[in-house]
């Protein structure tokens, strides 16, 4: 039987900054609106998160059950190291996607927007069919693409409107910039596990791309988000602020380029997660200057 520990090692904190990105800066942007709602935000926060460790549950128990994780290289696996029977495993992830639709509920009543339901069960359908069912998308090369839409675009979009009722060209922005940076991360997670991956027939897309070009993906998808912003300057000059993430990038880009394999590219999954939440944090910062000031 598993331990606390390894439940908790399980869920992949170090994941949850990518959940917590989006709703601030989509708070931020409902801020830049006159339409800041602190408990409007709680609650995507609480949706965020909770989705985030479902999707770690159900991606630890599918993997676990196909083999991929046999010969794991990164973070603990529940299912993979036989310290969790898989039954268990997967009522924990649907146990957080049940939380993740309650929070969920709660945020569509304040907001009214009852639409947000069928997004909110979409999102549910997204984080189990990553690698669950009979045809996972993660195992198609289209994780990338997924998370891009549900971790970037829905879930800043999606604070920002439930707090706004409205959209914002810094909204927009700070969704494609976190959206983008969690694909880095998933992208520089994927090159760490090729060889597992091209041996269990998981054809992510950095298995597509091959292990030179995918870690040249990694460096483009942080260039764009971090300059991305800079399209907003002419209305926000304060934007000009988020180029203070530019030396956080040297490292982990470093690193990627440089070739390191397997544990050797764990440090790269910890500043990318730092990354999102420093990228969060400034565009956050120059929203408030821009209104306050």
């Keep these: 039987m598993a331990t606390t520990a390894q439940w908790i090692s399980g869920s992949r904190p170090r994941t949850l900054p990518m959940a917590v990105a989006p ?23 609480l949706v965020a998160l909770a989705l985030q460790v479902g999707v770690n549950y159900a991606n630890d128990y599918s993997d676990g059950i196909r083999g991929t994780d046999d010969d794991r290289v990164g973070p ?8 969790a029977q898989p039954a268990a495993v997967k009522r924990a992830a649907f146990l957080a996607f049940g939380v993740a639709m309650l929070f969920g509920l709660f945020l569509v009543v304040l907001s009214q927007a009852w639409w947000l339901l069928l997004v909110g069960a979409g999102c549910v359908a997204a984080a189990w069919g990553y690698t669950g069912g009979k045809h996972p998308y993660g195992y198609m090369g289209l994780g990338d693409v997924f998370v891009f839409i549900f971790f970037g675009l829905v879930a ?13 060209a810094a909204a927009w922005v700070g969704a494609i910039g976190t959206g983008l940076i969690s694909d880095a991360l998933l992208m520089a997670n994927n090159v760490r596990d090729i060889p597992t991956d091209r041996a269990s027939g998981k054809r992510t897309l950095a298995v597509r791309l091959g292990d030179a070009r995918a870690r040249r993906a990694y460096l483009l998808m942080l260039g764009v988000a971090v300059l991305g912003p800079l399209v907003l300057v002419p209305w926000n000059p304060w ?8 030396p956080a990038c040297v490292t982990p880009s470093w690193i990627m380029l440089g070739g390191k394999k397997g544990p050797g590219l764990i440090p790269v999954l910890q500043q990318t997660g730092f990354i999102n939440l420093g990228y969060a944090a400034l565009f956050t910062i120059a929203i408030l200057l821009r209104v306050l000031l």
């Design 76 to 83: 603990f696996r529940l299912t993979g190291s036989k310290a």
């Design 239 to 246: 934007m000009l602020i988020v180029l203070l993430l530019v």
């Design 23 to 45: 709703v601030v800066i989509g708070s931020a942007a409902a801020f830049g609106l006159g339409a800041f709602k602190p408990v409007n935000a709680l609650l995507a926060a």
């Design 156 to 168: 800043t979009l999606g604070t920002t409107f439930t707090q706004a009722g409205t959209l914002s």
